[in-house]
């Protein structure tokens, strides 16, 4: 198989360079046990001494914790370890965006389903007990649910006009709100 190359003129030449496996068509070989069932995927492994892990995820779209009870799940037999954002303090946040982001959620949740303690237990069922006896108490922020309207946007604008300078820099615009 050739490959056309695009020269900077915008024309096009061949070359001689041939490729085994780019554009060539490639034999799935998973493929029949995929199709027949047979493929193990990672939820098919049974290993000893395996344990199982959950999470236990916020309701809630925003709120504060008040406090996590662990106890009552960690005193079920079968149950080897249950852990909070207390446990896992390190931020892990990866792009620009999300720098603020732990594993567990730490003094306040963000989002229905954001991820409050994680258990470990020996079986699936004792996990699933392990779970409803963790108690969590938040305290209900509110949350914003919609856009805001545009008259809410002008209230802002007018309430931080004198307040705040505005610093571009590269793509980026910045808000500095200035104490008076």
């Not at 020269?7 to 085994?20: E, I, L, N, P, Q």
């Not at 009552?72 to 720098?99: C, K, M, N, W, Y």
């Not at 802002?156 to 104490?179: A, D, E, N």
């Amino acid at each position: 198989m050739t490959i056309k190359e695009r020269t900077g003129a915008g024309t096009r030449r061949d070359t001689s360079r041939t490729y085994k496996y780019i554009g060539a068509p490639l034999p799935k070989v998973d493929a029949y046990a995929k199709v027949t069932g047979r493929a193990l995927y990672a939820d098919d492994i049974m290993l000893p001494r395996m344990l199982y892990g959950r999470l236990l995820r916020s309701p809630h779209p925003h709120a504060r914790i008040i406090s996590i009870d662990t106890h009552r799940a960690l005193e079920l037999p079968g149950v080897l370890a249950v852990i909070t954002g207390e446990d896992l303090p390190q931020q892990f946040g990866i792009l620009p965006s999300s720098q603020d982001e732990y594993a567990l959620a730490i003094g306040k949740v963000r989002y229905v389903g954001d991820p409050v303690a994680a258990v470990a237990a020996i079986d699936p069922d004792i996990l699933d007990e392990a779970i409803k006896l963790i108690h969590v108490e938040y305290e209900i922020l509110p949350a914003l649910m919609s856009r805001p309207s545009p008259t809410s946007l002008v209230t802002l604008r007018q309430v931080l006009q004198k307040r705040t300078m505005c610093v571009k820099t590269g793509s980026f615009m910045r808000v500095i709100i200035t104490h008076q």
